[in-house]
Nanobody
């Protein structure tokens, strides 16, 4: 079983940066795809960025060129560097693992506001 704990959320002004981190426990982290999702009030949860076990990445069009996902298999962590943040990036951000081992973190709030 995989357990995920996010950290790094907070309040930032438009144009600012935040770095989210997700720490995983359990075995088989290196073979798991990992990703970040977000859910804004009144909206469905959406995929933000994903990284495969081999390091291949893909991003939502809305964050391309601004966000970067990375992973450290030795430390069992996945990070999301968010630059040039916009008010529309405000949401609860969730770490996700899988396939093959599916799990979700509890979420961390990101608020972009002046």
């Amino acid at each position: 079983q995989v357990q995920l704990v996010e950290s790094g959320g907070g309040l930032v002004q438009p144009g600012g940066s935040l770095r989210l981190a997700c720490a995983a426990s359990g075995s088989f982290f290196s073979i798991n795809a990992m990703g970040w999702y977000r859910q804004a009030p009144g909206k469905q949860r959406e995929s933000v960025a994903r990284i495969s076990s081999s390091g291949r990445t893909n991003y939502a069009d809305s964050v391309k060129g601004r966000f970067t996902i990375s992973r450290d298999n030795a430390k069992k962590t996945v990070s999301l560097q968010m630059n040039s943040l916009k008010p529309e990036d405000t949401a609860v951000y969730y770490c996700n693992s899988g396939p093959p081992y599916e799990s979700w973190g509890q979420g961390t709030q990101v608020t972009v506001s002046s």
